[in-house]
């Protein structure tokens, strides 16, 4: 019968779904951070940062960060460079080492990298 063949289609596409959800997450998970997720983290760091603009707050602003020359400590804005600032921070800006876990800052760092 054409509704029972249907309802075998229903759930071997529901079936497919699901195995591709799963991969999916999968995969933000090990490597290249969730950009939406590092918008979230950011609200806490734009108190002193702004995002959408190079103007000065508490901090610099970030927009551009990861396109720029160098950073205020004269590094180049890799993503090592960033992470360490971020982790060690100095200068008025706070040490986030402890207080985002790794993955917080893979997250962040593909949400820095799109300003
Ligand atoms: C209390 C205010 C404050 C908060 C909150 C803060 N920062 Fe900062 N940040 C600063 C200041 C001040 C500097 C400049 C330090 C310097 O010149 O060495 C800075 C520098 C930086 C730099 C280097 C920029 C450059 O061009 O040199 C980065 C990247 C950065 N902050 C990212 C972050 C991120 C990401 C967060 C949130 C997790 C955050 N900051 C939270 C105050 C803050």
């Known amino acids: 019968m054409l509704r029972s063949k249907l309802i075998v289609i229903a759930v071997g596409v529901a079936i497919s779904c699901s195995l591709a959800l799963g991969q999916g997450k999968k995969k933000s998970d090990s490597k290249g951070g969730d950009v939406a997720k590092g918008q979230e983290i950011f609200q806490q760091c734009g108190v002193c940062h702004n995002s959408d603009s190079n103007e000065k707050k508490m901090g610099p602003g970030l927009k551009g960060l990861f396109q720029a020359e160098k950073m205020t400590n004269g590094k180049?804005?890799?993503?090592?460079?960033?992470?360490?600032?971020?982790?060690?921070?100095?200068?008025?800006?706070?040490?986030?080492?402890?207080?985002?876990?790794?993955?917080?800052?893979?997250?962040?760092?593909?949400?820095?990298?799109?300003?």
């Open 76 to 115: 180049k804005p890799t993503e090592a460079n960033v992470r360490a600032k971020i982790d060690e921070g100095g200068n008025g800006m706070p040490s986030y080492k402890d207080m985002l876990s790794e993955e917080e800052k893979n997250d962040l760092i593909a949400y820095l990298k799109t300003l």
